[in-house]
């Protein structure tokens, strides 16, 4: 009797639902012409928008992740910009820019972290002194990058 009562409340729901407002259907090929357009002029806020809901749609695709990870990173979201990283290369292992991005960010945040170390070790410190020397090639490092093209103040340009 129990799974009767269930089963009418399920077939009620359902015959309510076909009789509010239709669901929005997304045309995901003008949200992507949106997404990538929205991108190209730089205009993030609303690229994530896009790529969000294209990433949700769509979650099979690696280049929505990626395109997120960019956006989160050039936003200063480097933890979530890492996530998305990580869900395109689920999706494409071999995917190069995505790994090289999250490498980057890596990298950024080792020189944060080697950064607070300066401030807060005593002085003649040798963790603060070896940290120094760390953080002396890491910025050489990512400069040299800069200097390349390949990122931009520490933020992948790809």
């Known amino acids: 009797m129990r799974g009767a009562w269930v089963l009418m409340i ?18 995901l090929f003008q949200v992507r012409e949106a997404a990538n357009a929205s991108y190209a002029a730089k205009d993030y806020a609303t690229a994530e928008k896009h790529y ?13 992740w990626f395109r997120l990870g960019n956006i989160y990173a050039r ?3 480097p933890d979530l910009a890492i996530a998305a990283y990580r869900e395109a290369l689920v999706r494409a292992p071999d995917h190069a820019k995505a790994w090289y991005n999250m490498s980057i960010l ?9 950064t607070e170390l300066q401030k807060i070790a005593p002085p003649g410190d040798p963790m603060a002194v070896r940290g120094n020397e760390v953080l002396t090639q ?7 990058e800069a200097e ?10 790809h």
């Open 138 to 144: 890491l910025m050489q490092l990512l400069k040299g």
């Open 52 to 64: 969000t809901l294209l990433a949700q749609k769509v979650p099979v695709e690696p280049e929505n």
């Open 75 to 77: 936003s200063n979201r």
């Open 106 to 114: 890596y990298l950024n945040t080792a020189a944060s972290s080697l």
């Open 10 to 27: 399920l077939l009620l729901a359902g015959c309510a639902g076909s009789r509010g407002k239709p669901v929005e259907e997304v045309d």
């Open 148 to 157: 390349k093209g390949t990122v931009e103040a520490g933020v992948p340009e």
